[in-house]
């Protein structure tokens, strides 16, 4: 298929009507486009503004816990605390909506959402989606989810918010009196989960469609590339995890708002509003949230695995350490991430027989993991490492995850979680898997497939900065928070210090608090790279990195369809420095270059036949 | 220590507490507001006249105020007030050189402390001036950390109009450390207790608006839950009971052992502090309300009196009148907040607790379902808090009108339902003497009213009674008789004895 | 740059063992020994977990540093090994991992039940029954004592003691007593003791510990139950049985205190 620029072709058409008359105009081609890639960079970059709305709560957050109830510098004076203080409840209000933003608006939607639509159908040969239409919709439900979000922050008052936690147990959550100020803003954010769920909901079910029905001729299974395999195994997570949060949501919601009491026990006086009627348990709620959001922290871990992996094998000029073992592995994380959830809930009160079991699985689910990791570094030894941002990102991203995933082992083990369960080593935890694993995954990818994205190079020495900045801050912001989990100090406490054995950690919060600043200050060295680079960034080819996948075979950015003519794939995707790359004088093989020895109509005959 | 200040300090109405900054849980910008009632004098009032010719100035309703209290940066200590601002008076007894002084004082003094000491001068030539103390040694000599000559022309520069000052001479008083417990007390209130009680102590943090019941609002002076008898205002044990133990059954937590004695001391006074302030407030804008609110210079203007008149009377008011009614107000406050510490303040029943009998018991219901007393109007025949006087519509004693709810409604215009008392929470304290001394005294500012007018042997049977109604098998099982007086004994009987046998 | 690059991938993995190592000294580590013998051999079992992590930490990052290094110092012209994997190596380090995990969780089992599981309990616990009721409520710790002589019921009785953030028992025996919320979900923690057990609306969750040591210890709430969980600070005091029951006698006189004061019954 040969593009041509509907551009020229209507400017040569029609002069005086300008734009309108584009063969797509400007709204179906930018908005409301059902465009993979336009998609994808919608989400890239609403989850990007997004991640400094939530940035900017964290270091709220912060803020209070290194100098509690002072004035917050700048933007203090809107708070309706007297003298510009955080007040209690809204500071419970400030690390509820961090996590909610930075969970269903940021890292949930920037993998799926951006990098699942922008690569699925370029890394499998494919000229769009399964289905285009509901692509975009996926995309424009993101917007009541935000509109949801945010407006239970406005409903009621400033200091409105939701105020239950990102996990918002019941019965603080199912209480209008228990969460004081939450009481339409629960009902808010509960609304705008659910649209996230949808938007989710729509995006799974189109990713396995897609990489089922829609591959390139050759491209079989173990040919695709690890993303996609990443991409797949997240989208059937969650199109089985994510209905049971939606019931469970949808529970919640009717608990709030209807007088159902799935949630909440009788008799119980809150606020001095009426005695419940009840008959219900709060765990109940746990076990439910927690049957999605376990594999939820694999649906926002897993696809960031599969780009490093990619990233990882091109920049050091290497195939893939083990590829079966990885897609095994990924396998196996998804699979065992759905009989973990309990280990959320060691100290909830549920059975105790239970514990152990979870402890089990538990503990089984670090193998693949292990695996995973081994295999990285196996990816770089010996290999001829490019240290450009890319692999920089990369490098940092199994760094940070074997951080993640050591101190997830004493989490893991029950009696030690007596101690840790809600402490900030839990905090340390899942930001060193969320932040430090997922989001440098994410810078990493940004920067690999931004050439991909507008045809310009991301700047590497800014991109260098970002990450070493990042990197510096992150790990001064979250590694002494597990000293601070050891040290005994609860989460959710916006003031620690009442307690005589913290009062000492104050110092070490303070410095906590710099370096998050430091960290969120480094985050607008990307934002301008971004920004700047999708103007002036220095122009590329189609393959600026080497890389053997098949959307570098595709201009950059592709057209409207992808690819110049229908790709065909005759080898996996990591055979860098390959014998027959060599061959060609060059350490890398496009997937779409047939073999020496092969004319490209008889290849596809085999592979039909084979297929 | 106070008594002697005041004698000293009669000249100078209030000393000034240099506050510093900083320091725990300070809110750096937080300020004081005014009440509705001060916005709602016409700007004038408020605002006070400035000097004008040869005329004084003429302070406003908020300048009267804030010369007294100051604003939460910078407190001012008003020692007519019986508050322990803290503090210990002393004499100069000589005075070696301009930055040396030997003293002498009342009571020990800390010699070593974390910030530097502040000395004021309290009468004399240097009456005050506020030195700061750099070292002090065992014997009372105090190394000045400035010059004192210095200090006292820096402060004749700043303040042009007043007397000057000059050098100190034996005898004169000082007082060291002056408002350390109330500036403690500050910074426990403003980390612990504003973000619902408000930093003005108006019961309007803001986490407050989330709360049933509301915070209490300090700036009535009001305080429910005492142990002094119906007219008197609320005790320092009182209050410190109740921060000690919280108020169950609210979100009035106890704060044992976030802070210690010392600490819930001076949160007590702030407290005090903070309730003086408001009643002081309301006190001053109903002497000014009556004639010169916006209201009442409305309806002037439209009965035709020119603005400028108005503005006149309001002069001639300030000038000559204020200083009685001031006079009147301080000296009322103060009795009144002295008062309640006495032990004569305290109820203290007449007779022992009558013993906790099923008769006993069956007294107590016929008290409290009798037309006399009938606690059940609010209470309920079965002691749910749902008796006929909670559906009422009420008028609202100071305006007038009808409260837009049903229900009984508090001085702060909340409604307040009356306890359950089957649920065994008693917000005052559970021990007899604190129920004994809820009926005796009522509840200060809300509707339940003072039964003094009771014999103590009746209160007590009440009491037996009240405290037996959690545990009744079948509680209110005599609602829907209307006139329960004589069903009534029987089954309270069969009631009392089913809960002794368990 | 390349090798500078490479150090720091060496670098940061020493400075955070560095923090580690300096923690404990600078008070960046628990706040004190496990006060209870359940709570020691939690920490061992944390020591245990944190030697096997430690050698994995510096073991991967090591060779993550130096594997890069490698690239850092070849020339430009070096080729990347042409290499897919080896098996023996997969197999090694996904049989080996798994040994270890598995060690891991079986040698907890024992400490889990005898804290979470009531026919682990110790006897004592099982004959002397609840000691007290402790209620968590939005924000502060409510707690009943039954009447001294008899036992604790679920339902409050008339003799019952009530006492807020104060919870007193005796040392040197394991102590059980019955965790319930009033309200939201709440978490006992109780860091010097390494005791963890939410408050579930509905529930009566029975909990021990046991205190050698007579002293005063920390409780705070480790689940979110609102704008001031912060504030739910309280203490249990752990002292000789014949103090205990000084104190609760203390308590029953107080709280039938009837305001008439004899002349060595100062109260008011």
């Known amino acids: 298929m040969a593009t041509v620029s509907p551009a020229i072709e209507s400017h040569s058409d029609d002069h005086a009507h300008g734009h309108d008359h584009h063969e797509i105009g400007f ?35 912060r803020w209070q816990l290194a100098f509690p109830w002072q004035t917050m510098p700048i933007v203090g004076k809107l708070f309706a605390g007297e003298g510009g203080q955080i007040s209690p409840e809204f500071y419970t209000m400030l690390f509820t909506m961090h996590a909610s933003v930075m969970i269903f608006l940021v890292i949930i939607p920037i993998l799926a959402g951006a990098f699942g639509n922008f690569l699925i159908p370029l890394q499998i040969g494919a000229d769009d989606m399964a289905f ?10 993101m917007w009541p989810a935000i509109f949801f979000f945010f407006g239970s922050f406005v409903v009621g008052g400033v200091t409105a918010g939701p105020a239950a936690g990102w996990t918002s147990y019941p019965l603080l959550s199912a209480l209008m009196a228990a969460a004081p100020g939450s009481g339409t803003a629960q009902t808010y954010w509960l609304l705008g989960l659910t649209f996230v769920g949808v938007s989710s909901m729509m995006g799974s079910i189109n990713y396995m469609t897609t990489i089922i029905n829609m ?86 871990l897993l696809p960031a695995m599969g780009m490093v992996s990619d990233m990882l094998a091109c920049m050091s000029r290497k195939p893939l350490f083990g590829y079966k073992p990885m897609v095994y592995a990924i396998a196996a994380i998804a699979g065992l991430g759905f009989i973990v959830w309990g280990h959320h809930m060691f100290t909830s009160g549920m059975n105790p027989a239970l514990g152990m079991t979870f402890m089990t699985s538990t503990m089984m689910i670090a193998l693949p993991s292990a695996i995973k990791t081994f295999n990285w570094i196996g990816t770089i030894w010996d290999g001829n490492v490019r240290f450009n941002a890319v692999m920089l990102n990369c490098a940092g991203f199994v760094a940070m995850f074997i951080v993640g995933g050591l101190s997830g082992i004493f989490m893991a083990a029950v009696p030690v979680d007596i101690y840790f369960h809600d402490t900030y080593f839990i905090v340390a935890h899942f930001h060193y898997v969320l932040f430090g694993s997922t989001l440098f995954g994410v810078f990493a990818a940004i920067t690999f497939w931004f050439p991909k994205m507008f045809g310009r190079m991301m700047n590497d020495t800014v991109a260098k900065w970002h990450f070493a900045l990042s990197f510096i801050g992150f790990n001064a912001a979250f590694f002494p928070m597990h000293l601070l989990g050891i040290a005994g100090m609860p989460r959710r406490y ?31 060295l990307l934002l ?82 084979t297929a | 220590m106070l008594v002697q200040m005041n004698r000293h300090i009669a000249t100078l109405i ?30 004038q009032a408020q605002k006070g006249f400035p000097v004008k010719g040869d005329v004084k100035a003429l302070p406003g309703a908020r300048q009267l105020l804030d010369d007294r209290f100051g604003n939460p940066q910078s407190l001012n200590a008003w020692s007519k007030l019986p508050i322990d601002f803290g503090g210990v008076t002393g004499t100069v007894v000589a005075i070696p050189d301009t930055k040396t002084l030997i003293l002498n004082f009342d009571a020990e003094v800390p010699v070593q402390t974390d910030e530097p000491l502040k000395l004021q001068f309290v009468t004399g030539p240097a009456a005050a001036i506020v030195v700061q103390i750099d070292k002090l040694s065992e014997a009372w000599t105090a190394s000045l950390s400035g010059n004192l000559e210095t200090l006292i022309k820096a402060h004749n520069d700043n303040n042009q109009g007043e007397e000057p000052r000059s050098i100190p001479v034996a005898g004169d008083v000082v007082v060291i450390d002056g408002g350390g417990v109330l500036q403690h007390g500050r910074g426990l209130y403003m980390r612990h207790c504003s973000h619902c009680h408000g930093t003005s102590g108006d019961g309007n943090g803001p986490t407050a608006q989330y709360l049933v019941p509301r915070p209490r609002d300090y700036r009535h002076g009001v305080f429910k839950f005492t142990s002094t008898n119906d007219l008197s205002k609320v005790s320092r044990d009182d209050i410190h009971r109740v921060i000690t133990n919280g108020i169950p059954g609210t979100y009035m937590p106890s704060f044992v052992p976030m802070l210690n004695e010392q600490n819930r001391h001076a949160v007590v006074e702030y407290v005090r502090f903070l309730a003086m302030r408001g009643e002081f407030e309301r006190k001053i804008a109903v002497e000014l309300s009556s004639d010169f609110s916006k209201e009442a210079l409305g309806s002037r203007l439209e009965a035709g009196d020119s603005k400028e008149d108005v503005i006149d009377n309001l ?92 229900g009984l409604h508090d001085v702060w215009d909340n409604v307040n339902q009356p306890r359950n008392l089957t649920r065994g929470i008693y917000r005052g304290g559970r021990r007899p003497v604190d129920l004994f001394r809820r009926i005796h005294a009522g509840i200060k500012g809300s509707r339940m009213p003072s039964f003094k007018i009771l014999q103590h042997e009746q209160i007590w049977h009440i009491v037996n009674y009240v405290l037996s109604i959690p545990f009744e098998p079948m509680p209110g099982h005599a609602s829907g008789v209307a006139a329960p007086a004589e069903a009534t004994p029987a089954a309270t009987d069969a009631a009392a004895a089913a809960s002794v046998v368990e | ?95 080996v991992p798994s040994f270890v995990l598995v060690f891991i969780a079986l040698y907890q089992m024992d400490v889990w039940a005898e804290f979470r599981v009531q026919s682990f309990y110790p006897n004592q616990t099982q004959e002397d029954g609840p000691q007290l009721e402790f209620m968590a409520r939005q924000f502060e710790w409510r707690v009943r004592y039954p009447e001294p002589g008899t036992e604790l019921q679920n339902q409050p009785q008339p003799g019952d003691l009530y006492a807020v953030n104060e919870m007193h028992v005796v040392t040197g025996r394991p102590v059980k007593f019955n965790l319930r919320t009033d309200d939201v979900q709440h978490a006992f923690f109780a860091p010097e003791l390494r005791v963890k057990q939410d408050a579930v609306a509905g529930l009566i969750i029975p909990v021990w510990f046991e205190i050698p040591k007579a002293g005063e210890y920390a409780v705070v709430c480790a689940e979110l139950c609102g704008w001031g969980h912060y504030k739910m600070r309280a203490t249990i005091v752990a002292e000789s049985q014949a103090k205990v029951d000084e104190y609760l006698s203390n308590l029953q006189s107080e709280q039938n205190f009837d305001g008439v004061v004899t002349v060595d019954d100062e109260d008011e």
Request: hydrophobic share 45%.
């Open chain 1, 27 to 61: 709204i179906k081609k930018y908005v409301f486009s059902t465009d993979h890639k336009i998609i994808g960079i919608q989400f890239l970059i609403t989850t990007l503004i997004m991640l400094m709305a939530g940035g900017a709560l964290a270091l709220a957050v």
């Open chain 2, 14 to 43: 209030v000393a000034t507490l240099v506050v510093s900054m900083g320091g725990c849980g300070d809110a750096l910008n937080s300020s004081f507001v005014y009440s509705e009632q001060t916005q709602a004098l016409m700007p």
């Open chain 1, 494 to 524: 916006a003031d620690p210090y009442l307690h005589p054995y913290l009062e000492h950690l104050l110092p070490m919060n303070q410095f906590i608090t710099f370096s998050a600043i430091l960290m969120g200050v480094a985050q607008l």
């Open chain 1, 528 to 609: 301008g790279n971004f920004a700047y680079s999708i103007f002036f960034g220095e122009k590329c080819g189609r393959n600026p990195w080497g890389a053997n996948g098949l959307e570098w075979s595709a201009p950059s950015p592709p057209g409207h369809g992808n690819f110049d003519v229908p790709p065909v794939c005759y080898r996996g995707p990591y055979e860098y420095s390959s014998p027959e790359a060599e061959a060609l004088g060059q350490d890398f093989i496009l997937q779409t270059e047939p073999p020496p020895d092969m004319t490209t109509t008889e290849n596809v005959k085999s592979i039909e036949t």
């Open chain 3, 1 to 95: 740059m390349k090798k500078f690059w490479s150090l720091f991938f060496f670098f940061w993995p020493v400075v955070a063992i560095w923090s580690c190592w300096i923690a404990p000294a600078r008070g960046w580590w628990f706040a004190t020994e496990a006060m209870s013998p359940l709570g020691e051999r939690i920490d061992g079992l944390f020591y245990l977990i944190l030697g096997i992590v430690t050698v994995v930490f510096i073991g991967t990052q090591f060779a993550l540093g130096y594997a890069l290094w490698q690239s850092a110092v070849k020339g430009e012209d070096q080729k990347a090994q042409f290499s897919h994997g080896s098996h023996s190596l997969e197999l090694i380090w996904t049989v």
């Open chain 1, 215 to 300: 591959r390139a001729p050759g491209m079989t299974l173990f040919r695709m590339p690890l993303t996609i395999w990443s991409m797949f195994i997240t989208a059937i997570l969650q199109a089985f995890a994510l209905p049971v949060l939606t019931a469970a949501g949808f529970m919640l919601l009717a608990d709030r708002t209807m007088g159902t009491c799935f949630f909440i026990p009788a008799g119980i006086i809150v606020n001095n509003a009426a005695p419940t009627v009840g008959g219900g348990q709060p765990l109940l709620w746990q076990h439910l949230f927690w049957f999605y959001s376990h594999p939820a922290v694999y649906i926002m």
């Open chain 1, 132 to 141: 285009p239409a509901l692509n975009m919709l996926s995309y424009w439900f």
């Open chain 2, 315 to 406: 002069r001639d008011f300030l000038a000559v009148d204020m200083t009685d009614s001031l006079e009147f107000v301080s000296d009322d406050l103060a009795s009144k907040w002295t008062t309640a510490d006495t032990d004569d303040a305290v109820i203290t029943p007449d007779v022992s607790r009558i013993a906790d009998t099923p008769e006993s018991r069956r007294i107590g219901r016929e008290l409290y379902l009798s037309k006399a007393i009938n606690c059940a109007a609010c209470h309920g025949i079965a002691g749910k808090g749902n008796g006929p006087q909670t559906t009422i519509y009420e008028k609202n004693t100071v305006t007038g009108e009808l409260y837009d709810t049903p």
